[in-house]
């Protein structure tokens, strides 16, 4: 029992890793489309519009279709079975790096409720990567 409990845990780490990753890649592949600008220019625009890199967060219907941002085939696969709700809850989580409290005010659920809604999708995927 001990040996299924650590080999999940190792599972969930993994998942949390290559969602981590993915983020990295999808901003990286953002990082070309920026042209160059002095960094004073760069700066200044920051002073008179911040928050200009929310160019690069997903929109709803993207993070619908989550599982076309992953490399992978296999993970991709695995978080097709997601319900969208689960899809924002792990996109939230992991890219948007927000806590389940801020997740849970933004959705109106508590943060209990997306804590469980995190861990049910993690084993989902889980099961469905296992199951290929």
Request: negative net charge; aromatic residues 8%.
């Amino acid at each position: 029992m001990s040996s299924e409990r650590e080999v999940s845990r190792m599972f969930i780490r993994y998942m949390q890793q290559v969602l981590r990753n993915e983020r990295i890649n999808i901003y990286r592949k953002h990082l070309k489309d920026v042209k160059e600008t002095p960094l004073e220019d760069w700066l200044l625009e920051e002073i008179a519009e911040p928050g200009h890199l929310e160019d690069f967060v997903l929109t709803n219907e993207e993070i619908a279709h989550l599982e076309s941002f992953i490399e992978n085939e296999r993970l991709a696969t695995a978080i097709v079975t997601l319900s969208i709700a689960d899809k924002m809850v792990l996109y939230q989580y992991y890219y948007s790096e927000l806590n389940d409290v801020e997740i849970g005010s933004r959705t109106g659920k508590t943060s209990q409720g997306v804590n469980k809604r995190r861990r049910r999708a993690l084993a989902r995927i889980k099961e469905a990567y296992e199951n290929m």
